[in-house]
């Protein structure tokens, strides 16, 4: 009888709380997402708004999301990443480099003449991470990483013509890897966060900026300079950008299993190559933007690109030796690289 009657206790129980577990089982959640771009942006609403509202999709509403673009959570751009480790926000999209040597294997992207696209480049970039950088973001659950397309010098009043044009001139660069870039062909390289470009320009502190052509009209770039120069298609980029998309790693394990899949179904490579082909797809838009002004382009020649490429040289030979200082094989850790954007090149 005494079993008979905590069995029935037991049943009595669990169909007590069955309307509880089902209850936790859809349990809702909002995700804070923070990022430097502007509300207006290409990247912000054509791959941060389309990849929460797919999320939220995926989710049956279950997942939803405030945005915060131009760090409207407050911060500054550089303080992005440690917002997104320490639980001040849930996710944020942010540039690896915006913290200088912080993050050196995924520096590899970012080094002159490395990438040709933003879709293979970002595919090898996602790969690469899960193979030689994993430990860079041990901190973090990763989201996405990608690059853009290929990188542009724009200059306000001054044409770039040939490397020797850049001596004399303050050119923004982006990461650490492009400020040596611009430093190496003779200009004077300012380190500095987008969204700090369309003011510094207008004052004088800088002449001219090194930006992929899709983000230009985003910062303002088509009306504030006269002069872009690009090289040719097929030929390696000047340079590029390790982008990173992170969630808290708390908050993620948080999350029930389900909705811990949809991100994870939401991430990865794939999520990389479209990040990266969003920006990409809007690089011949924003060059008409430049050329419907009457600014002038010009593409270098394939004597001038190899002008680039020997003042250049010497970056990733350096980039080896400081990975060597730091106790991992450089030299393996670019071969690694390397291989991966030959694998994904496009044909």
Request: aromatic content about 8%; proline content about 6%; hydrophobic content about 45%.
């Amino acid at each position: 009888m005494y079993r008979r009657t905590v069995l029935k206790s037991a049943a009595i129980a669990a169909t007590v709380g069955a309307p509880g577990l089902g209850a936790f089982a859809q349990q809702a959640v909002t995700l804070k997402f923070h990022t430097f771009m502007a509300p207006t942006s290409n990247v912000y609403l054509n791959a941060h708004k389309a990849w929460m509202a797919k999320v939220e999709q995926s989710s049956g509403g279950r997942i939803k999301f405030e945005g915060y673009p131009a760090m409207q959570l407050g911060g500054t751009p550089l303080q992005l990443f440690d917002q997104a480790r320490d639980g001040v926000v849930d996710i944020v999209w942010t540039l690896a480099g915006n913290t200088p040597g912080r993050f050196p294997r995924t520096e590899v992207f970012e080094l002159p003449f490395m990438t040709h696209d933003a879709v293979g480049a970002s595919r090898a970039a996602w790969e690469y991470l899960q193979t030689y950088a994993a430990d860079e973001f041990k901190d973090v659950q990763p989201l996405a990483f990608h690059t853009h397309g290929p990188g542009v010098l724009h200059s306000r009043s001054k044409p770039i013509l040939r490397a020797a044009d850049l001596r004399g001139l303050k050119m923004r660069g982006p990461t650490r890897q492009a400020t040596k870039l611009l430093n190496a062909a003779g200009a004077t390289a300012v380190g500095m966060p987008l969204p700090q470009i369309p003011d510094a320009i207008s004052k004088g502190v800088i002449d001219g900026a090194a930006l992929p052509w899709e983000v230009i009209t985003s910062v303002k770039m088509h009306e504030l300079a006269q002069h872009h120069s690009e090289f040719a298609p097929g030929k390696p980029a000047l340079y590029n950008t390790a982008f990173v998309m992170v969630m808290n790693k708390a908050r993620y394990a948080s999350l029930p299993a389900d909705l811990r899949k949809v991100i994870d179904d939401n991430s990865g490579v794939e999520t990389s190559v479209w990040f990266g082909k969003v920006q990409q797809d809007v690089d011949p838009v924003s060059r008409k933007a430049a050329t419907d002004r009457g600014n002038k382009v010009h593409v270098f020649t394939d004597a001038e690109t190899q002008e680039f490429i020997k003042l250049t040289g010497d970056i990733a030979a350096e980039w080896v030796q400081d990975m060597n200082r730091r106790g991992a094989d450089g030299e393996r850790l670019l071969a690694g690289a390397r291989a991966l954007i030959a694998k994904y090149k496009p044909a």
